[in-house]
C-alpha cells in the first residue's frame, strides 16, 4: 500500500508526494543536511536549513533560493477536516526531545508565561538547528537541561505548570 503526503511550498503551491516518487528521485546525500539532485537533466543543490518536527514544517534551500515546506499526511488533513487542532485535541504538560541531539540555546526561563508557537530551545540534531516550539499556551513549570547538554530521544526538557 503506497502512501501519500501533501506538500505545501511557501503557502502558495500544493504537491501530491506518493513513497514511489521519493525512491525514484535522482538525489546523492551530500552530508547529513545537504544533497545533490537531478532532474530532467537540470543540477540541484538542496540543504534542509531548519526542521520543526512537531509542525512538519522545514526550511529547504535550493540553489541559494529557500522555500518552507510543510508536509501533512491524510491523518493530518482527516484531524483538519474534523476542526481538531493540536494544542486543544490534549493538554499538554511537557515538551521531551524528538531526537537525540546537544542543546544549543534555551529561550525561556521558570514561571514564564508562553504562547502557542513561541520557541522554547534550540536542539541541533543531524548538523541542523531544531526549533523545539511552545506546543501550547501555558507556564513553564521547570526547565531539566541546560545549554550545551546532550540529550537522548524523548528525554524531558520542559514541563508546564497544570
Known amino acids: 500500500m503506497s502512501k501519500t503526503f501533501k506538500a505545501s511550498v511557501n503557502n502558495a503551491f500544493d504537491f501530491e508526494i506518493k513513497d514511489g516518487d521519493i525512491s525514484n528521485l535522482d538525489a546523492?546525500?551530500?552530508?547529513?543536511?545537504?544533497?545533490?539532485?537531478?532532474?530532467?537533466n537540470k543540477s540541484?543543490?538542496?540543504?534542509?536549513?531548519?526542521?520543526?518536527?512537531?509542525?512538519?514544517?522545514?526550511?529547504?534551500k535550493i540553489n541559494n533560493n529557500t522555500y518552507t515546506i510543510n508536509i501533512s499526511n491524510k491523518l493530518d488533513d482527516l484531524i483538519k477536516e474534523m476542526g481538531f487542532a493540536m494544542g486543544s485535541a490534549k493538554h499538554i504538560d511537557s515538551v521531551k526531545a524528538p531526537m537525540p541531539g546537544l542543546i544549543l540555546e534555551i529561550n525561556v526561563k521558570e514561571n514564564q508565561e508562553?504562547?502557542?508557537?513561541?520557541?522554547?530551545?534550540?536542539?541541533?540534531?543531524?548538523?541542523?538547528?531544531?526549533?523545539?516550539?511552545?506546543?501550547?499556551?501555558?507556564?513553564?513549570?521547570?526547565?531539566?537541561v541546560n545549554k550545551g547538554d546532550a540529550v537522548e530521544k524523548n528525554q524531558l526538557l520542559i514541563e508546564f505548570d497544570a
Open 44 to 60: 540541484y543543490d538542496a540543504e534542509i536549513t531548519k526542521a520543526d518536527f512537531y509542525k512538519k514544517s522545514y526550511d529547504v
Open 114 to 144: 508562553v504562547k502557542e508557537d513561541d520557541p522554547l530551545l534550540i536542539l541541533e540534531a543531524m548538523k541542523m538547528e531544531n526549533i523545539i516550539t511552545a506546543p501550547t499556551h501555558g507556564i513553564i513549570k521547570s526547565i531539566s
Open 28 to 40: 546523492l546525500q551530500i552530508s547529513e543536511s545537504k544533497f545533490h539532485i537531478l532532474k530532467q
